[in-house]
Each structure stands twice: as structure tokens, then as C-alpha cells.
């Protein structure tokens, strides 16, 4: 038998070492050499319905590879889409069956990236955007359980740099995968690595892709609050911070008077509750601000995601401490402008426009009223709780329920607002600060916990519905026509 070289003995230690700290450098299962790009095929839990209208000549059109969007702030340039529901729903495109999870799908050119649970696999699911047919699918095992049954899939979406797909688990397993192949190139297991507590209800803030890097919200005991990785080997670039835990608000970029910033909203599970604001600068993680801001509840989370203003950030929470807007100095640092308890944003993200900010303020179902507040005051200007009557049909009857919006998401969109309702009903409405003003509604299906934020890309809206429907329909992707005439 051959005695393998030194390289081989020192490559083999290496690559011993790094199982043994949850890290995996390459694909080990798959051949690096010539890759095949699958080609898209129908699977079982696939039902096509009908091909979509084909995009206004003009339109404006946008991949969503990020959280919150292209632009990080649940505010898309899409343009020509569907005005009005004429009384009926949008056209079904396609829908897919799936297993358990809350995260939104990505979707980089014609791929989509389905992120989800199946029995005991963690599973990523590339599928062609315009039919469901899939391209490839990729999976690792799980044990987790939510201590609190919400759900024992993933939390948070796919994000893409346009040729690799990365995914971050519930279990803090962070993987990075080929876009066209599906193939491994790499794998970290935060967990075992930094002690990560899988906190309430496991990992779910969504990493931040930012100029080559990684960013993730870790919280590991004792730090690093945040941490940096390469996109392209996985390998550490920086820490930061060593008094929060994880949170559920993703990692948020913007260029300030400072520079370009990374604002992390931290703080999950600790006795005493601690959290609040960092804002780091992405080229070595030097942080600029710690803004204390957290419910003092032990069972409280920051979960909304900040909200950056030119130089000003809003942050808030449910649990007690509110919603406050800080100044961004020329140093990073930050002042408090105001701070209250009128906009208190659970885990969806508050919209701004034209110097206000909307949102549904509380944890909800019930008492969860849509709220405009004045950004540079912090003044309410109103508050409106829709009364959404719905027709439910069950054992032959037909009763009617007022199913308000909830814990709805808000998406602003070629020239006004997508919400979409808890129980999943879609409607436009008119961000003014003069009062509620709804243009359309429609109700898509009967479900609860339709939480995720839906992904528009090319006029095509995907929405996950997370629990199963009254009428029997299963989890599912939904795919439907949003292109206008």
C-alpha cells in the first residue's frame, strides 16, 4: 500500500480537525471535478396550474435574494403588477407541498431556493421559478424539537450572492451550496463551534450577505454576539461583541455619514433579559454603537428588524420596552431622538415612507391595530384595526368570522402596499398619514400563521402557507400571477 506524502497526512488532519469543530470545507460526497448542472424536472409534490401572463414591456423586475428584499427594508422596485383583484384571487401559477418551516423562499434569475423540513431532513430545493419544477435538492438530518410547537422546520430564508445559496438552519448549522449544481462547498455547525443556545425558538435570524461576508447574528454565551465569515470558504473573518444573545431580527446594511454600517438588533433568551443595537462597521467588525433596548419579560425577543432612515435607525419590540429612533453620528455612534410605546412591531418590519413609519403594533392575533407614527416625532397620527369578514365554510355551513390582519408583513411595491393577513388574505392598501385607506382585498385560503413576508420576484408573488388549510389543503409554496395587463 502506498504511504501517503506529508500533504496528504497534513490535508487529512485538517480535515479531521475541521469535523471535529462542525466545520466542512468542501463537498466530501461530491466530485468537485465537472459538476453537472441538473436539468429542471416535475416531482410528485408539484401541481401546475397555468403558465403566467407574460411581463409588461416596461416593467421593472428584481431577483430577492436577500431578507426583506433587494433593498433590505421590505420596499421592492417592481413595477406593472396586478392593481385589482376584480372580486377574485390572483391566478395560481403553481404550488408545491411542503414540509414544515417559516422561511420565505429566495429567488436569484429563474431559481428558487425552497428552504424547509422533511420528516427528519433539513432541505434546500432549487426549483424553476415560473413552473416548480426542480433543479436539485440538497439535505442533512435534524433532531430539533420547538419547545413551544411552532414548528420544527427552518426560520430563516435562503439568501444568494448569484452563484452560491446560503442557508442557515434552525439547529445554527450554516451551509453554503452551489446555485447551479446544489453541490456542498462548505458547512459550519455554529452550535457545536460557539455554544450557540438555540434560544426560544431556535435559530431564526436570517445571516446578511455584505460584500463577500457572512454575517451572522450568533450570540454565542459569552460572545461573539456577531460573527463574519467568507462566502466563498467559510472560513472566519471577525467577531464582535460578548454580552448578547441571538435574537430574531436579521443583520441590516446601509450607507450613513458614517459609512457603510451593519445594524444588528440582539437579544433572545437570557436571565436578565438583555438586548439592543449594534452597529459595526463590516470591514473588521469594530463596533460603533451598543444601544441597550429589550422587554425586561424573560420570555421577550427583539424580532423586527431596524429600520434605516438616511441617518437615523428605528428599532422596536412587543415586550415592554417599545419602539425608540436614534440619530447615526459621523462617528457611528448613536443618540436617542425619541423613544415611546405606540409602534410596537413584533417580528414584522415597519414601513417607512415619505417621513412616516407603518406597522402592526403587538403580538396579536387579537388587538394587533395597523399604526402610522410621524418618524421625526414619534407622533401617532392613527390607528385602525381592519374588520376583514370572512366567509368559512365547515361541516356544510357557511359562517362568517371577522379574521382581522394580525401578525401581518407588509411589502411596499410600485406605488403602495402589499399586505398580506396572518390568516391569508391579500389586500392593497395606501400608506398616508391621514388615515387607513384599503383599495383591494382578496382572501387566497384559510390557514394560520401565514407569517413570512412574501417573495416577489418578476411579478410572480410566492407565499408559504405554514399550517394546514380548514378546507384540508397541506403546507405549501404558492406561486401566483401578480404581472399586470
Known sequence: MRRPSLQEQIASHLCALCFSIGFVPFAFSQSPDNPVTPEAATQPELTFHAPPKPLHPEAVTEDWSDFLGPTHNAISHETHLLKSFDEGRPNLVWEVAKGEGYAAPAVIGNRLILFHRVGNETRVECLQADTGKRYWKYGYPTSYRDRYGFGNGPRCQPISDGERVFVYGVEAKLTCLDLETGQLVWQRDLKAEFGHTLDFFGAGATPLLENGQIIVNVGAPGGPCVASFDAQTGALEWTAGDQWGPSYASPIPADTQAGRRVFVFAGGESRPATGGLLVIDPED??????????????????????????????????????????????????????????????????????????????????????VCIELATGKELWRHEPEWITPVESDGRTQE??????????????????????YGHLAWIDL??????????????????????????????????????????????????????
Open 285 to 370: 467588525g469594530r463596533i460603533d454603537c451598543r444601544f441597550p433596548w429589550r422587554g425586561v419579560r424573560y420570555e421577550s425577543v427583539n424580532a423586527s428588524s431596524p429600520v434605516i432612515v438616511d441617518n437615523h435607525v428605528y428599532i422596536s419590540e412587543c415586550y415592554g420596552a417599545g419602539g425608540a429612533l436614534l440619530n447615526i453620528e459621523s462617528d457611528g455612534s448613536c443618540s436617542l431622538a425619541w423613544k415611546n410605546e405606540i409602534l410596537n412591531t413584533h417580528f414584522m418590519t415597519a414601513i417607512h415612507k415619505d417621513g412616516y413609519l407603518y406597522g402592526v403594533d403587538g403580538h396579536g392575533p387579537q388587538n394587533a391595530p395597523i
Open 432 to 485: 398616508n398619514p391621514n388615515g387607513y385607506k384599503e383599495l383591494d382585498r382578496t382572501h387566497l385560503f384559510l390557514a394560520r400563521q401565514t407569517w413570512a413576508l412574501p417573495t416577489l420576484s418578476k411579478g410572480l408573488l410566492y407565499i408559504v402557507q405554514n399550517d394546514p388549510g380548514v378546507d384540508g389543503t397541506p403546507t405549501r409554496l404558492l406561486c401566483y400571477d401578480l404581472r399586470g395587463s
Open 401 to 422: 368570522y371577522n379574521l382581522a390582519p394580525a401578525l401581518a408583513s407588509f411589502l411596499l411595491v410600485d406605488g403602495r402596499c402589499l399586505v398580506l393577513g396572518q
